[in-house]
Nanobody
Framework: QVQLVESGGGLVQAGGSLRLSCTAS????????MAWYRQAPGKQRELVAR???????NYADSVKGRFTISRDNAKNTVYLQMNSLKPEDTAVYYC?????????WGQGTQVTVSS
């Protein structure tokens, strides 16, 4: 079993920045992919950014050039640096981790960007 604890969400003005963190704990051998998803009211959950254990990353087109995903494998932690935030980035952001056996979700953290 893996537990994911997210932090760093909040309210920010458009153009501002936030940094999300997610730390995995529990019983697992290793974590392969880690990712951030988001879900806005009335919309489906969508992938924001993903990073594998080797550091390879991919991003949604809507956040390229503004968001950066990174991870510290020694701490089992993934980060999402969000810059130049826009009101359309408002959503609940979920951390995701894949151990190779199954995937796990965090509880979500609210990000609200005011115009």
């Amino acid at each position: 079993q893996v537990q994911l604890v997210e932090s760093g969400g909040g309210l920010v003005q458009a153009g501002g920045s936030l940094r999300l963190s997610c730390t995995a704990s529990g019983r697992f051998f290793s974590i392969n992919d880690m990712a951030w998803y988001r879900q806005a009211p009335g919309k489906q959950r969508e992938l924001v950014a993903r990073i594998n254990s080797g550091g390879y990353t991919n991003y949604a087109d809507s956040v390229k050039g503004r968001f950066t995903i990174s991870r510290d494998n020694a701490k089992n932690t993934v980060y999402l640096q969000m810059n130049s935030l826009k009101p359309e980035d408002t959503a609940v952001y979920y951390c995701y981790a894949d151990t190779g056996l199954r995937g796990y979700w965090g509880q979500g953290t609210q990000v609200t960007v005011s115009s």
